[in-house]
């Protein structure tokens, strides 16, 4: 090759080194982001950078500088994901449309009604959660409890009555 096919700078060089790296690059990259879109932006950078450089890169050193700036860029790219995930994770912590007066009254509410709950007798207490929590049908809950339906029925009437009266409308 003469100086000239030796210049990155001329378009035919670069052409070369795009057509002899490119493929194994690519896999490189790829291998190590898992996403053939990054993979492909990262190459497409790399090779933008070597033409940004192409004068103050020697020819036979365009490999070793390619690779660099390919393992630079994908860590630059995991730095950056993992500021932004914080970042987003930060601002779900902290943001709600709710006010602290709110916050506080709901949770003086569920610490109430946590303890109501407890303070039910274990036959209604047993019965609430089941249908409340557990979702079950008053059918489930005999079933599983070898007791009739109206048994429920008044189990829970009585769990409820309780909880109205100490709470309020549930």
Known sequence: MSKDQHNICHSKTFEILYNTYAKDLRRFIFFKTQDIDKAEDI???TFIKLWDNCSKVKYDKAKSFLYTVASNAFLNT?????????HQQSISSQHTNESPEFIMLEKEFMEKLERTI???PDKQKEVFLLNRIEKKKYKEIAIQLDISVKAVEKRMHSALLVLRKEIGNV
């Open 78 to 86: 995991i730095k950056h994901e993992k500021v932004v995930q914080k």
């Open 118 to 120: 407890d303070s039910l």
């Open 43 to 45: 190459l497409q950078d």
